[in-house]
């Protein structure tokens, strides 16, 4: 028989699960409809978070990144309950938290702004390397594992492509869109066992 605790347990992974689903949907249309307000916008010359600092774009960029984070923020709650060795998780978590503040203190506030995205960024690469070799040693999970630590590589590697350009967006994205498909393919793992 089921106990309570049981219950919750499953009922909070499956919450989780759901959030981490969730979040490249809230992350890509709130930068898309933000892009679409701002015609202005360059992929070569501009950071995303151009996108947040006025007008109609900022109010979907911000909020956008916000939402984003607290989806991020219960996904990685989830992830620490369910791993037996949850640093990386923990990092996530952290990760979640400046993304959070992305969203809360927009660029026009530079020092502030900048130390949340340095530490979003920092966070989310060495949480992916760190999770990704600590699933990889489980069978069920070594693909996921696998996938974690390409995303990790991809965005440490995606500062060597600031070089290029004047602008930091298709680095950053390069930095965490793979990771954000990350948490929709594991939060559906996540959901559905």
């Excluded at 949907?25 to 701002?38: N, P, Q, R």
């Excluded at 400046?98 to 900048?114: K, N, S």
């Excluded at 996921?144 to 500062?159: D, P, Q, R, V, W």
Aim: hydrophobic residues 55%; charged residues 10%; aromatic residues 14%.
């Amino acid at each position: 028989m089921f106990n309570n605790l049981t219950i919750k347990r499953v009922s909070i992974k499956k919450i989780s699960g759901l959030c981490g689903i969730l979040i490249p949907f809230v992350i890509f249309i709130s930068i898309g409809i933000a892009m679409f307000y701002s015609p202005w916008f360059s992929w070569t010359e501009h950071a995303l978070s151009d996108l947040g600092i006025e007008g109609i774009s900022s109010i979907f960029f911000n909020n956008g990144m916000i939402i984003g984070g607290i989806l991020a923020f219960i996904f990685s709650l989830g992830l620490i309950k369910k791993l037996e060795n949850n640093l990386g998780a923990y990092l996530l978590c952290l990760s979640s938290i400046a993304l959070i503040g992305l969203g809360i203190y927009p660029e026009t506030l530079f020092t502030i702004h900048w130390i949340f995205s340095a530490s979003f960024f920092i966070l989310l690469t060495l949480s992916f390397l760190i999770l990704g070799l600590d699933l990889r040693k489980n069978k069920s999970d070594y693909m996921l594992g696998t996938l974690a630590i390409i995303c990790g590589i991809a965005s440490f590697s995606s500062m060597i492509l600031l070089i290029p350009w004047d602008g930091v967006a298709i680095p950053e994205s390069i930095s965490c869109f793979p990771a954000f498909i990350w948490f929709m393919i594991y939060g559906a793992k996540m959901a559905i066992n």
